[in-house]
DNA sequence: GCAAAAGTGTTGCGGGTACACCCATGC
DNA sequence: GCATGGGTGTACCCGCAACACTTTTGC
């Protein structure tokens, strides 16, 4: 078989995880880059990825450098867009399949960071090399819009959670306060809350609930069920 | 610079237009495949496509490809998906960057079509090339998700339409009835509707109101005005 | 008891659906 | 007039936002 084209396939991942803010007593999104050591744009912060090797499939490959850079495992990871603008890399044809990801909030503050491994609150990122400030921004919607209608949430909590742990994150992602109350019925309602039974004993007032999410498919949030999800490679 | 990976790159497009169904008066969503001339999958019904060229952009190449095949020009083109599955293609990996595209329907009458090049309806297709099944199932999911939200409906008409003929295409599309007086009111009050206060004489019943789309963006359909779109590349 | 957060009840608004009804044209 | 689709009016239902209220804990 003839290969006739010759841009090189890059992989790269936006990563996501909630951070409390400094002075804010409110979590914020942040997200790990790291420094380029080579020319073009040698110094300038980039996402994390890599070329495509071979025999690698797409999402495998963002997982690794995921885990490469942060030393997390994500617990959300999606296809996010393909960008290929001819001039967006000097030089050379690039071709990126970019991806973005959420991690777990307790599990990022023991993340990797180094001299060439730092996290960046989202919304106050310096210039990035390449596309890649469009590419979190576009990320970021695709966030936001999701959390709206979808089941992501609890990717960034841990296997059970409170109500009120479930209702910070959206607040967080979404940048307003939600009502606790109609927050409760909206998810109670949706059939993918499954109480546990247990509670969260300690601070002084009620103890809330613990759930978990139903793992039992039907509730994917894309479409009606049956719906071809987007394609899980 | 080094290129460390040798995938193929490849851009390939699903193409859908309207046509009358035989024997039923429904309009039915249709689709142009090409007959693969070489091995792998000789023989075999595929998308339009091909490998990308060095200096263009990822967009224009679909839109080549689709012109190559149908002798058309999309009224609509976006960005599927990618699929890179290692195994996806016998002896080679390719990863192939996928577009979705809607033709205007009077305009695919006069589509080419030949040996190698023929139309399908949508859901009544034969056993395709590579995993170009799944492709299409996705696409269709991907067309009937956003006609429902968004407003692409109209790139199946020309400038100008009726509400009826609006209505007729979600019809179609979603292969269900919609009431014609609420669908009116739904599009009235969106405000991405402009009656050009001409009318479409020469039927047995009170002309309709020719309507055109208001293209000053704020209604992309794409999220809160001021939102990024899926990027135009 | 008091503070604080968990959890419940209730009301009203808005968008969508169903469906009855009037309007303008060709024949 | 009559048939046919264009176009309007209206009532109902349901999901959601707002917000008052009750419950259960720690101190």
């Not at 090189?8 to 804010?24: E, G, K, N, W």
């Not at 909030?105 to 730092?118: C, F, H, L, P």
């Not at 949430?153 to 742990?165: E, K, M, P, S, V």
Request: hydrophobic share 40%; aromatic share 8%; glycine share 6%.
């Amino acid at each position: 078989m003839t290969v006739v084209n010759h841009a090189a396939l890059a992989v790269s991942t936006v990563i996501f995880a909630l951070r409390p803010d400094d002075a804010s007593a409110l979590k914020t999104l942040w997200l790990p880059l790291v420094r380029r050591t080579r020319q073009p744009h040698e110094g300038q912060w980039a996402l994390p990825g890599g070329w495509l090797p071979d025999a690698e499939q797409l999402a495998d490959a963002a997982a690794r450098t995921l885990h490469e850079t942060t030393s997390l495992a994500p617990t959300y990871l999606e296809q996010l867009f393909t960008f290929g603008d001819v001039g967006r890399s000097p030089g050379h044809r690039v071709v990126s399949v970019v991806y973005w990801a959420l991690v777990q909030s307790d599990e990022a503050a023991r993340a990797a960071e180094g001299e060439n491994v730092r996290w960046f609150a989202a919304d106050q990122l310096p210039g990035l090399a390449f596309d890649h400030n469009k590419i979190v921004e576009y990320a970021l919607w695709r966030l936001r819009t999701k959390v709206e209608y979808s089941r992501i949430a609890h990717a960034f909590l841990g296997d059970t959670f409170t109500l009120t742990q479930l209702r910070e994150v959206h607040e967080a992602v979404l940048r307003r306060p939600l009502d606790p109350a109609n927050f409760r019925r909206t998810l109670e309602s949706s059939g993918t809350l499954v109480d546990t039974g247990r509670h969260v004993a300690g601070a002084r007032h009620r103890p809330a609930r613990l759930y978990r999410y139903d793992d039992s498919d039907a509730h994917s949030g894309h479409g009606p069920s049956g719906a071809p999800a987007p394609p899980h490679t």
